[in-house]
């Protein structure tokens, strides 16, 4: 079992930047790929970025791409999202999710959430 806990979120003005941090725990080794997804009232989760602990490229949304860095700590237990130039509709609760693999199943984690919200 994976635990993910995360920490960074707030309110920033427009053009601002945060950067949020998910630490994992328990069977960290089984972990395959760390992402944070983001999710608004009325709407469904959605991806913002993702990144193989395996070392290979990110993936992010095209939303975010040109302004957002996912990045992994050297122990590849914790993920890092740097959002640069905010917007308001990047106002949304941000989660953590790991994708485990273990013993040929697959699942996924996810953390509590940690709300991002961007106003003047």
């Known amino acids: 079992q994976v635990f993910l806990v995360e920490s960074g979120g707030g309110l920033v003005q427009p053009g601002g930047s945060l950067r949020l941090s998910c630490t994992a725990s328990?069977?960290?080794?089984?972990?395959?790929?760390l992402g944070w997804y983001r999710q608004t009232p009325g709407s469904q989760r959605e991806l913002v970025a993702r990144i193989p602990t395996n070392g290979a490229s990110p993936l992010y949304a095209a939303s975010v791409t040109d302004r957002s860095t996912i990045s992994l700590s050297k122990d590849k237990n914790t993920v890092y999202l740097q959002m640069n130039s905010l917007k308001p509709e990047d106002t949304a609760v941000y989660y953590c999710n790991a994708f485990v693999m273990e013993l040929g199943d697959e699942y996924d984690y996810w953390g509590q959430g940690t709300q991002v919200t961007v106003s003047s």
């Open positions: 328990g069977t960290t080794s089984t972990i395959r790929v």
